[in-house]
């Protein structure tokens, strides 16, 4: 029996601007914006690469605003990454070092926290596959 996850909620305040920060700045891919009601429109996004979603959206869930902390998303490079969302405006902060990996942190409009990680074992299995499939 497989068990993926697929989707993740993060509550937001305002749709509109977590879909603009999450597809315009972050880059995610919009798979939908659907108003079921009055009250309950349900987006999903998608960050560019992965298999996991997220939903945002009015009445999709109870949880406060903000209340989702430390949601990961895997670089190759953390250098990289940052540069490429500090120049869309995106508000990041320096990279942290630990024997592991790089690590960025970084906030949506409503104060639910990401963090960037490149992890250098994940990068030295890659290097091992290619180098092996080459």
Not at 102 to 107: I, L, P
Request: charged residues 25%; glycine residues 6%.
């Amino acid at each position: 029996m497989d068990l993926t996850l697929e989707v993740i909620p993060v509550p937001v305040s305002d749709t509109d601007a977590a879909k603009a920060f999450y597809a315009d700045k972050l880059g995610f891919t919009v798979d939908m914006d659907i108003r079921m009601s009055d009250s309950v429109r349900f987006v999903q996004l998608t960050p560019p690469g992965s298999a996991c979603s997220i939903h945002i959206g009015d009445g999709t869930t109870v949880m406060e605003p903000g209340s989702v902390k430390g949601l990961i998303l895997c670089v190759e490079s953390a250098a990289d990454a940052r540069a490429a969302l500090s120049e869309k405006g995106v508000e990041l902060s320096e990279i942290e070092e630990q024997p592991w990996g790089r690590h960025v942190y970084f906030s949506d409009p409503d104060g639910n926290t990401w963090t960037l990680q490149e992890s250098f074992a994940r990068n030295e299995r890659r290097a091992t596959e290619n180098a092996a499939s080459a």
